[in-house]
């Protein structure tokens, strides 16, 4: 009878050392795959499912994440007012779900230019604003390689010559965000 409780002991302390064994694996894997994620994949997996914070210098885009790419996110404070961000200028995000989860959606493959490109094409009325927070209005009219040329105007006028005070160069690292006002 002494036998059967020791050989009973020494069963349980075998089966208690590989369960710590294997919750120590899970937490050193668990460990090893955070350290692998980067801004792009937490703010992925969060899309359509938070309502986010982005702080930027001096002020802060609030809203449903609504897309993200490789180097900027689309933020909609309102229905039909998304606000294109440059994920370069953000200084930190609030709102995102706890932990790590895997993207349930797929990243877009364009950048920044890309989907400025097409703002500068719809002719929209935008709002611009850099990293030091100065907002500029106007359209944009050429997307380069790094930067991006807007045609300064009135937000309630179109673009026409008549109408543009100016024109004002915007390298992307210093781009802030872009919010359409009409068009």
Same mark, same amino acid.
């Given at each position: 009878?002494? =036998? ?7 069963? *349980? ?21 955070? *350290?692998?994620?980067? %801004? ?13 914070? &982005? ?5 802060? %885009? ?9 180097? =900027? *996110? !689309? ?9 294109? %961000?440059? !994920? ?17 959606? %797929?990243?877009?493959?364009?950048? !920044? ?36 040329? &807007? *045609? ?20 992307? =690292?210093? &781009?802030?965000?872009?919010?359409? &006002?009409?068009?």
């Amino acid at each position: 009878m002494r =036998w059967d409780r020791l050989f009973d002991d020494l069963e *349980a302390q075998l089966v208690l050392d590989e369960v710590r064994e294997l919750e120590s694996e899970v937490a050193d894997r668990t460990r090893r795959e955070r *350290a692998l994620l980067d %801004v792009h994949t937490r703010l992925l997996a969060n899309v359509d499912s938070s309502q986010v914070a &982005l702080r930027l210098p001096g002020r802060v %885009v609030s809203g449903r994440l609504v897309d993200v790419g490789p180097d =900027w *996110a !689309l933020v909609e404070p309102a229905p039909e007012r998304p606000v294109l %961000v440059a !994920l370069p200028a953000v200084r930190s995000v609030s709102g995102l779900g706890p932990g790590a989860r895997t993207p349930s959606v %797929v990243a877009k493959r364009f950048g !920044l230019g890309a989907a400025l490109r097409a703002v500068s094409r719809d002719r929209a009325v935008v709002e611009l604003v850099d990293v030091d927070g100065h907002a500029a209005t106007g359209t944009i009219d050429l997307v380069g390689a790094d930067h991006l040329e &807007l *045609a300064e105007h009135a937000s309630d006028e179109s673009r026409r010559t008549a109408n543009v005070t100016g024109r004002l160069l915007v390298p992307f =690292w210093s &781009l802030g965000s872009v919010r359409r &006002l009409q068009g």
